[in-house]
């Protein structure tokens, strides 16, 4: 009967620390899932956050683009963007090329009374 009762007194302090233990074991993995779920919530709030970013950036160059289209679909710009781009002049203008001769003197010829030019000589 005392031997019993040791016993039933060991097996209730085993059960307490088994008890403890997996007490313990539970709160530490709510703890480490908790910490876990912290640094995803934060690696996802700085990517939300340079994605943002990159989205304002894209805006404002869709913005600047779309002026620079309206800017080019009117006359002026589709004119000044062939004069730019395409080297065209209207037809009652006078173009004048500015060369250097031999010597390193400018020369200047207007566009229709300029020499022949010579590709051989160029390259």
């Known amino acids: ?3 019993y009762k ?3 007194v060991q097996n209730m302090q085993t059960h307490s ?4 233990i997996v007490a313990l074991s539970v709160l530490l993995y709510s703890l480490w ?4 779920s912290m640094d995803e919530l934060r690696q996802s709030e700085s990517m939300a956050d340079e994605k943002r970013s990159l989205l ?15 800017a080019i679909e009117s006359g002026a710009g589709m004119e000044a963007l062939a004069r730019e781009r395409l080297g065209l002049v209207m037809p009652d ?3 004048f090329y500015f060369t250097t001769g031999s010597a390193g ?13 010579d590709w051989n000589q160029a390259q």
């Not at 620390?17 to 403890?20: A, F, G, M």
């Not at 304002?56 to 309206?70: D, G, M, W």
């Not at 003197?105 to 030019?117: H, S, V």
């Open 105 to 117: 003197e400018e020369q200047i010829y207007p566009a229709g009374e300029e020499k022949e030019w």
């Open 1 to 3: 009967m005392i031997y």
């Open 33 to 36: 899932l908790f910490t876990s």
């Open 93 to 95: 203008e006078r173009v």
């Open 56 to 70: 304002s950036q894209l805006q404002e160059e869709n913005i600047r683009l779309q002026e620079k289209l309206a």
């Open 17 to 20: 620390v088994l008890l403890r």
């Open 6 to 8: 040791f016993w039933m």
